[in-house]
């Protein structure tokens, strides 16, 4: 019949096109939590994911910042792919109930980039202990408690996932005047050791990568950070980028997206076979070598 006719050649016309399209997106249909997601490197990283095909959670602890970046993210990938969460990374019953909210609005996680960070700088002599405790709350106890609550998630999940750590060449390489940022990175570091060693049965993938001398974008160097840094090259504000460019074995500049690359390889199956590994993204930093 001629209606038997047209639906047979419908469907072959149906199958030519579906043949045709273009295959998934790297990382579609996955769940991605970005802490210090509102910064430069946070926000490179999730614009990356999400232009990937991830669903992207920003988690920041500036109400403000949080917001500009979620609507500004928002607009150019639509609303349904992008939330926040609110959240201070040294706070226990914080960072479970973020998680908990992540898996309301999302069912679940595949991915966490914990990235949140501050930076300080100071001679040892002159380093208080408050000055201390704060570096290894938020670049080492923070660093653990999200990442315990993703091992629990994924776990439970049973599917596997990837963990990836900003750390810092400062983790493996000590720098002047800032003795308790480089212990605590060197923790980071350690603990992404640990936790792929414990990791690897369940599917679970844990790397670093090690940025250096981000400026661009970043609200760390928007601060005293910038200042204590070229004091102790005895550099000005405006000359500082330009001598980490000339101390590098590439002379370049290390950009928020450079970062952000080399986040998305660890979290995307093009590294599915890596785990307790290390890329350092710095233009070449001789002390910092892995060994």
Not at 3 to 23: C, H, T, V
Not at 171 to 176: E, I, K, N, Q, T
Not at 201 to 212: A, F, H, K, L, Y
Not at 243 to 262: C, G, N, T
């Amino acid at each position: 019949p001629e209606q038997e006719a047209f639906d047979i050649e419908y469907w072959l016309l149906e199958e030519a096109k579906l043949q045709r399209m273009p295959g998934p997106k790297s990382l579609a249909g996955r769940i991605a939590i970005v802490t210090g997601g509102a910064g430069g490197i946070g926000s490179a990283t999730a614009e990356r994911f999400l232009a990937e095909g991830a669903c992207v959670v920003l988690a920041d602890i500036d109400a403000a910042a949080l917001a500009e970046t979620a609507s500004a993210l928002s607009s150019r990938f639509s609303e349904d792919v992008v939330r926040t969460v609110e959240m201070d990374v040294t706070a226990e019953d914080a960072v479970a109930k973020a998680y908990a909210e992540m898996a309301v609005e999302f069912g679940g996680l595949d991915i966490l980039v914990s990235n949140a960070g501050i930076a300080s700088s100071a001679p040892v002599e002159e380093t208080s202990l408050g000055l201390w405790n704060r570096n290894m709350a938020i670049l080492s106890t923070g660093y653990f408690l999200v990442s315990r609550e993703a091992f629990r998630t994924l776990k439970a999940q049973g599917i596997g996932g990837a963990i990836v750590f900003i750390a810092s060449k400062n983790g493996l390489a000590a720098s002047p005047n800032a003795s308790a940022y480089c212990t605590a990175k060197a923790s980071e570091i350690h603990l992404a050791r640990c936790l792929a060693l414990e990791g690897a049965s369940e599917g679970i993938r844990v790397n670093v990568v090690n940025p250096d001398a981000v400026l661009r974008g970043s609200k760390i160097w928007s601060g005293d950070w910038l200042k204590e840094r070229a004091a102790t090259y005895g550099k000005d504000k405006e000359g500082l980028e330009e001598h980490y460019r000339q101390r590098s074995l590439l002379k370049r500049s290390v950009l928020p997206e450079d970062i952000a690359e080399a986040t998305y390889f660890f979290a995307s199956d093009a590294s599915a076979k890596s785990t307790g590994n290390i890329v350092n993204v710095d233009a070449g930093n001789v002390q910092a070598f892995t060994r």
